[in-house]
């Protein structure tokens, strides 16, 4: 009998072990660490399908350019020429490489001597600055401009340029395109007083936004010397993308629900006080929605802006490189095209985070 | 003088051709300290007459008096419980309210206006619920907020489109002994839209049928005379209840058969014959 209830009571007491170790490592736990392992895997494994895809793809454009430079050597200037040709692309002489797309490990090689670029003209910077620096002091203490180093710019600085862009840029629509949103949703009569312009202004290019504001600007800063390369190129993207800003501004505005309004109503609220603390709360929302599409949209016609307005960004880079034809130009393009799409999507991700946090029905979220 | 008075309303919506006439011909007073009930079908126009009567909608011809003055705009004197709760979502229960008791005594402190928000709250039962966003809350927790709301502005008059509507039997119950209870503590006057006959027996002290829209109009007044408190159980029994119960809803099924032969419209039904998945 009594060891029946010691028995018993191990039972109980096993079973409330299980219970709380079951608690402590809830089963949904467990599926979910499994689930995301799962995940990882995929996506790791799509990673390699496409390096090697990309491989396969650079290799067959590499043999057919080589076969076409073989075959060219061999009609043009005889068998010897042919062999020597082939030799020389064989042995990997710089020289006669073909230049086509490039392979995922000479991008690899590109990234790491950009960031070995970067290293050098860091160390070069820094030297400036410390022989230069007794001299600035002294010019600093005659009222004089000190001098700063002009040298080449890394990949490193040109990419914080392009992104320095991008934020004015989207500072810039948001500053725009929110309030003029706001106004604009409020008022059916403005709305349709305004919808002509956001008609024709929306589909505009890129490219005819920067001719724009290169007008404008380059009439402003005359007389001056300074570089407005930046300048145009931020408004450009500026006003390029705030398009979406606007458009979901003004109707998350316009279509606040008729409930809220009833109740500012009811509550008599004053104007400022219902578009504070009931229209733009609830259209908070959409508008984020917009400076989302904004930041995207700002960062893909970056490329195309900063190349025109010759701004030190990753868009000047890539047509620089393209334009050299050196060597390791395709793939340090490569580089840069990586590059631009990884911090695309990690500003997109920040966005996402933000709206998230601003929005009041999370589970409607994307 | 009474204390609401509706003379002639008529309230149409659109123009020309595409009008519809909604209300027709409404004429209705309240006394201080009442509470009566209006009693529709669904679609019968109830919502426009609240709005009317709060001051969201004017009226196209007659007039809404409260205390002998037109009606021309919403007031704080009348508390509007919604039907669909209209809690603001990204406000806390507690600041849903706050920001009401803020307009409604503009020059008190903020520290007597949180007194006041946390008595409402405890008053519909939500202390712990306070910080709680409307989308945590069920639908019983929602529309008590909506209660705490109207009630904490201190309105004198108090009125309600459907407010229990939406809300199962029991919460429903439960809801419409804490309106009661409110209402008979300081005795506020209470106008009570509802599609619920048995719900106006038991809250109100007359019932008034509102004829089904288009040209919706009141129908004959029924008083109920039942003491107060009353208890529900006890009222099936009541033989008053019963007949005032019978009438009204022998009333509410002539009106509606009286609905059903005006539509002359003929529908063809397809030709269908169900189809057996047994054999």
Redesign the interface.
Known sequence: MEQEMVLKNEKSLSSSLKQILSKLTPSIKKDGIIKSLKNTGITLLSILLFIGLWQMGSKALYNKEADYRVEKALQERGEEAAAAERACIESGDSSCQPNTLPSPSQVWASLKSLVADHQVIRADKAAFAEKMAVTNEKMISQGKDPIVYTGRASFVDIVLTSIKTVFAGFLLAMFIAVPIGIIIGLSPSLRSAFNWFIQIFKPVSPVVWYLLVFMIVKTLYIGDSSDNAFVISFISVGLCAMWATLVNTAMGVASVDKDYINVAKILKLGTFQKVFKVILPSSLPLIFTGLRITLSVAWMVLIAIELLAQSQGLGLFVWEEFQNGANDSNSKIIVAMFVIGIIGFLLDRLMLAVQNMVSFNKNEMA | MAYLELNNIYKTYGEGDSSTEVLSNINLTMDEGEFVAIVGFTGSGKTTLVNLI???LQPTSGEVLFKGVPVT????ER??I?Q?Y?L????TVGQNIY??VK??FPKERKKDLMKRVKEYVAMVSLSPAINK?P?ELSGGMRQRVAVARALA?NPEMIIMDEPLGALDALTRGNLQDEILNIWSQDKRTALLITNDVDEGIYMADRIIPLKPGPNATLGPEFKIDIERPRDKTAMNDNPEYKKTRNSIIEYLMDIGDERKTVSDVEYKLPELTPKSFVA
Request: proline letters at 4%; aromatic letters at 8%; glycine letters at 8%.
């Open positions: 709060n001051g969201l705009d919403t007031s704080h508390g509007v919604f669909n209209s603001l979502p990204w406000l920001m009401a307009e409604a966003r989308k502005m």
